[in-house]
């Protein structure tokens, strides 16, 4: 049996864990990232690496000392730099003193992870080991569509809510609840009975509110320590927020499921760029597009420097200007200071509100 | 057809089976078909002295002149062009991408109507180059309205094509078409630009050092090297303290002695092929030149560094990362230093 763990994002440790214990390996989460964790990758990492390398060392800094025996890294080659961490986390890890075994995944996420976490598995013999593979694949990826399903339910609900630490308060145990079910029955169960928890409390619905739309980089949007709980500070100022970023579909991009579903999107979004740009641009354009119709404002949350969502900015910043839509560009890593963040944010809102109020 | 050849066909055309791949199934590697043409009222196309047009120049200036074109090549980098991209791109991108917007604003400026932008993705197999480059004549139209731009597509990793120079053929196609030459001619004009390309780029000439001189490599992306203003002119500092400095090759050899393992991005694995080339001939020090928010050599030079502290331990290695506010004076006694330490570490080598 292995002790695996592998670098975060969100809440990919509820699925991860469901993954693990179907094959048969025990799951160590890391602790969740923060100033510490921080502290201690800063001096480590390259000097302008991009800002989840150094959370994601962090993640696997954390699991090594949790116990940890197996990484698990995703790697290969790539547009983006994402699938060149491995390569420096690896030796990075390996030049502090750290002993653990390195799995590196690309291409079919589902055949690699197969393949190499067979030989320690207790059931590497039994007929039962491949269909656990695809059952554990099933119930990763429903549990992350679930949290999908409840975040969007949070997220159109949270704004008009009477009480919002309550909302978020609910999403927190939902997520804390599914993180140790594992029936598929019980899951199923409980994604419907979180939605309707979501949608009982109680709300105030008499005004409509501004909406704004949130693209960007994955990390960025779905993790809320990156973001500085963006998404709540919002809905706090009396935006809604619309995002189509998630857990679900990140990682529905790396096992290439999701590109077949936004076919449509991708090619409207080639108007814009002629070439992948690699990492979430197409993605980011196509919804800034998108949401330059439906939304008040456009919200664009990228790590600084990160390579494909600059390229974006360059292209969606003209492109909204033209079409009078307010746009705040976030560019963020450990350095962001809170007042400056807070003061921008706020002036954004206000412009959106005005915006909202003309029209 | 038998199963081997099938399977050789098979192997030719899948589609990759990496992150890069996740967006194969609705996106298109080469350029759509164009539409309109973009002849210049005066002939004139502009070309940008920046990123790859040294390597690129040969190829182009022969292809352009025989589309009947006149080639207008912007000014050298200057600190003017640096401040006019820099106004027209976003702030966090890196100081080369800034200085190519400050060629093409020079361009304009002149009254050019048409630029050559060619959007480099691949020229090898299995490696490409850095994101931004990929989507660079986008970015161009994006940030000049009304600019037209010639933008070739070279993706040679997507291509079926086994040769460089037949994907060349296929990815000028579009842009001869827009130019006004008729089809028939694409493929003459073509190989008679590659003809035209030496493959031997234009390379300062090494000084006449004294013969004890240590011998200090300048290695980094081509503009680095070449470009004074982007590379903050190191090859003249260090012969100025009288070093030897010698420059990637061309092409360097494919042997990386397993400096390039991992690094997918084509400028910094041509760095690491260049470094082993440059360490199997004995260099005295090298000097790694990166560019601060430069996307290929944040980990790539990172690997680089780490790889030769164990291929090469005794070898002083100096990495400069430099931004449009990098200073003059800082720099220079970094060199001398560096230099020194060189000079020492030769001395010893010789007295051994």
Redesign the interface.
């Given at each position: 049996m292995l002790k695996i763990a592998t670098s975060q994002i969100g809440y990919l440790g509820v699925g991860m864990r469901s993954l693990a214990k179907e094959l048969g390996h025990e799951w160590v989460d890391p602790q969740r990232p923060g100033l510490e964790g921080l502290v201690r990758t800063r001096p480590l990492s390259p000097e302008y690496c991009c800002y989840p390398f150094r959370l994601a060392l962090a993640d696997c800094l954390s699991a090594l000392d949790r116990g940890a025996d197996t990484l698990v890294f995703f790697g290969g080659k790539g547009i983006c730099r994402l699938a060149m961490y491995q390569s420096v986390q690896q030796e990075i890890l390996a030049r502090g003193g750290h002993a653990f075994e390195a799995h590196v995944v690309s291409g079919d996420i589902r055949s690699s992870l197969y393949g190499l976490l067979r030989d320690r598995s207790p059931y590497r013999d039994s007929w039962t080991y491949t269909p656990r593979t695809y059952l554990g694949f099933f119930k990763f990826m429903y549990k992350l569509k679930i949290i999908e399903r409840w975040r969007m339910r949070l997220l159109a609900h949270r704004p008009y809510a009477m009480a919002q630490d309550r909302a978020t308060a609910v999403f927190g145990q939902l997520v804390e609840k599914l993180d140790h079910t594992h029936e598929i029955g019980a899951l199923s169960r409980l994604g419907r009975a979180g939605l309707r928890q979501l949608s009982a409390l109680p709300a105030n619905r008499s005004t409509v509110l501004p909406r704004v739309g949130i693209i960007g980089e994955s990390y960025a949007c779905i993790d809320d320590f990156t973001n500085r709980r963006v998404f709540e500070r919002l809905n706090r100022l009396g935006i809604e927020v619309q995002s189509p970023i998630s857990e679900y579909k990140f990682m529905s991009v790396v096992t290439r499921l999701y590109y077949k579903t936004e076919a449509r999107r991708i090619r409207r979004a080639m108007r814009f760029f002629e070439a992948p740009g690699g990492g979430d641009s197409l993605l980011s354009v196509a919804y800034a597009e998108e949401f330059s119709r439906t939304c008040d404002g456009v919200l664009h949350l990228y790590p600084f420097t990160c390579l494909p969502e600059t390229s974006v900015r360059q292209v969606i910043e003209p492109f909204l200007q033209r079409r009078g839509v307010p746009y705040l560009s976030l560019g963020l890593d450990e350095q962001t200071a809170e007042e400056g963040f807070s003061t921008r944010l706020e002036t954004f809102v206000e412009v959106v509100k005005g915006r909202f109020a003309k029209s | 057809m038998n199963r081997k050849s099938e399977s050789c066909c098979y192997e030719r055309t899948k589609p990759?089976?990496?992150?890069?791949?996740?967006?194969?199934?609705?996106?298109?590697?080469s350029?759509?078909k164009p539409k309109e043409r973009m002849i210049p009222r005066d002939r004139r196309v502009g070309v940008p002295r920046v990123l790859a047009y040294d390597e690129l120049r040969e190829f182009f200036d022969a292809l352009l002149e025989a589309a009947g074109m006149i080639i207008a090549v912007s000014p050298r980098s200057s600190k003017t062009l640096l401040d006019a991209g820099a106004a027209r791109?976003?702030d966090?991108?890196c100081m080369p991408l800034k200085l190519s917007f400050g060629h093409i604003h020079a361009l304009v400026q002149d009254g050019i109507e048409v630029v050559l932008v060619p959007?480099l993705?691949s020229v090898a197999k299995?490696r490409?180059f850095?994101?931004?480059l990929?989507?660079l004549?986008?970015?161009v139209r994006?940030?000049f309205?009304g600019l037209q731009v010639l933008?070739p597509?070279i993706?040679f990793h997507h291509s079926r094509r086994e040769e460089l120079a037949q994907h060349l053929e296929d990815a000028c196609a579009p842009m001869l078409w827009q130019l006004g030459v008729p089809r028939r001619h694409f493929r003459t004009l073509v190989a008679r630009a590659l003809s035209a390309k030496t493959g031997e780029n234009e390379r300062p000439e090494p000084t006449q050092a004294k013969t004890d001189a240590p011998v200090i490599a300048v290695l980094g992306h081509p503009y680095a090297e070449l470009d004074p203003l982007c590379g903050l002119d190191i090859p003249r500092s260090l012969r100025r303290l009288g070093a030897r400095v010698v420059l990637s090759p061309s092409q360097p050899p494919l042997d990386h002695r397993g400096l390039g393992?991992?690094?997918?991005y084509e400028p910094t694995h041509r760095t690491a092929r260049a470094a082993a080339y440059h360490i199997a001939s004995g260099v005295d020090g090298i000097v790694l030149m990166t560019f601060?928010?430069?996307?290929?050599d944040?980990?790539?030079?990172?690997?680089l560094m780490?790889r030769l502290t164990r291929l090469a331990p005794h070898l002083p290695v100096l990495r400069i990362?430099a931004d449009e506010q990098s200073a003059a004076e800082g720099l220079a006694t970094r060199l001398e230093t560096f230099v020194d330490i060189v000079r020492d570490g030769k001395k010893r080598r010789q007295q051994c």
């Open positions: - | 990759r089976t990496d992150l890069a791949s996740k967006a194969c199934f609705t996106v298109r590697y350029a759509p791109s976003v966090d991108v959007r993705v299995g490409n850095c994101p931004k990929h989507v004549p986008d970015l994006s940030a309205p933008a597509y993706d393992t991992d690094i997918y601060f928010a430069c996307g290929p944040s980990y790539g030079a990172e690997l780490y990362i």
